[in-house]
T-cell receptor
Framework: GQQVMQIPQYQHVQEGEDFTTYCNSSTTLSNIQWYKQRPGGHPVFLIQLVKSGEVKKQKRLTFQFGEAKKNSSLHITATQTTDVGTYFCAGRGGSEKLVFGKGMKLTVNP | DSGVTQTPKHLITATGQRVTLRCSPRSGDLSVYWYQQSLDQGLQFLIQYYNGEERAKGNILERFSAQQFPDLHSELNLSSLELGDSALYFC??????????????FGSGTQLSVL
């Protein structure tokens, strides 16, 4: 079945650093979504990418959908303590199921 | 506040027991999804309902069942509970079937502890 893998699973950065996390699907996706879950909270929708090669920005966050629509990346610039949480990518292949990756847990050293 | 309501917030029970988790979707949303979140296991898709009918099934155990009622609220029934069923169970809703580009709105979850 469809699988979505995220790397790395854990990321610890110094406040102010940049970093990138990746999401890879075993199948071609119709679209990919990113969610953020703060510690003790629930996942909250961040963004959706639909087109091949699409790039979207939200303040310090840049999201990209791969040309083959099988992978995506999230780049955070100048990480802040408010960025702490777990970031999930989720993709739909040929079915209605929205399959989530295991998430990337971000911790920030102030 | 996402508008999705889940009850109870916490549930502690014993092995072998049966519990029911309840979810009220956002007003107007027709689709309800159930996800299980265990430590380091991400969000495992269990099942999806649309307007009362099952639309997609994931890794849901035979001991688990769900339904969506005419008023669109949904219940997830977990029976013959095992220690490994301890997890955070999320409900999410979306306006339509979820075949397109709809985003999900998650509830706050029910933390199930099986002792």
């Amino acid at each position: 079945g469809q699988q979505v893998m995220q790397i790395p699973q854990y990321q610890h950065v110094q406040e102010g650093e940049d970093f990138t996390t990746y999401c890879n699907s075993s199948t071609t996706l119709s679209n990919i979504q990113w969610y953020k879950q703060r510690p003790g909270g629930h996942p909250v929708f961040l963004i959706q990418l639909v087109k091949s090669g699409e790039v979207k920005k939200q303040k310090r966050l840049t999201f990209q959908f791969g040309e083959a629509k099988k992978n995506s990346s999230l780049h955070i610039t100048a990480t802040q303590t408010t960025d702490v949480g777990t970031y999930f990518c989720a993709g739909r292949g040929g079915s209605e199921k929205l399959v989530f990756g295991k998430g990337m847990k971000l911790t920030v050293n102030p | 506040d996402s508008g999705v309501t889940q009850t109870p917030k916490h549930l502690i029970t014993a092995t072998g027991q049966r519990v029911t988790l309840r979810c009220s979707p956002r007003s107007g949303d027709l689709s309800v999804y159930w996800y299980q979140q265990s430590l380091d296991q991400g969000l495992q898709f269990l099942i999806q309902y649309y307007n009362g009918e099952e639309r997609a099934k994931g890794n849901i155990l035979e001991r688990f069942s769900a339904q969506q009622f005419p008023d669109l609220h949904s219940e997830l029934n977990l029976s013959s509970l095992e220690l490994g069923d301890s997890a955070l169970y999320f409900c999410a809703s979306s306006p339509r079937t979820g075949t397109g580009s709809e985003k999900l709105f998650f509830g706050s979850g029910t933390q199930l502890s099986v002792l």
